[in-house]
């Protein structure tokens, strides 16, 4: 990927953070992460991308946090978000690890802010499911850890509803 930067008709100012996202998909090594490539400076093995958009040019741009800022001209949200969705991973790592307790069924469980979490297996198809207080996932998966970062999941999205 060349460098926009020094292209023509590539405005350097006015863009808009779309999104921002991390390619490392939960449970993956860094071995297995694909990363991208900043599609303004060229700079490779981003990991947080920020998905960036412009009135005047047709596509939307994934760059790393630096050209994000320039291109936003926001000096301080890119930087932001990317420690938002690392402060998310290091909690995710951490859910993970917990020791996790074994009930009287055999299954794994944990509580977590008057929350209990369990993970069950079924004993015909050897899945997983998660089960948040006395709500069940419609998931099945095929470890445990999965089913873990699962349950992580939608702790996260009971807090962002105010649920949790």
């Not at 794994?108 to 802010?113: R, S």
């Amino acid at each position: 990927m060349g460098n926009l930067w020094k292209q023509q008709g590539i405005p350097h100012k006015g863009w808009t953070t779309v999104n921002v996202y991390d390619v490392r998909e939960d449970g993956q090594s860094e071995d297995e992460t694909s990363y991208e490539s900043c599609m303004m400076c060229g700079h490779e093995k981003i990991r947080y991308v920020h998905v960036v958009s412009h009135p005047d040019y047709g596509e939307e741009l994934l760059v790393g946090c630096q050209c994000a800022e320039k291109l936003t001209g926001d000096y301080e949200n890119p930087q932001r978000r990317e420690k938002e969705l690392k402060n998310r991973t290091t909690r995710r790592t951490n859910f993970i690890s917990r020791t996790w307790k074994i009930s009287a069924k055999g299954n794994e469980y944990i509580n977590v802010d008057n929350h209990n979490i369990l993970i069950k297996e079924d004993s015909t198809t050897h899945k997983f499911t998660v089960k948040i207080d006395d709500t069940w996932g419609k998931k099945h998966f095929d470890t445990t850890e999965l089913a873990k970062i699962a349950a992580f999941k939608g702790i996260e999205y009971f807090k962002e509803k105010g649920e949790w």
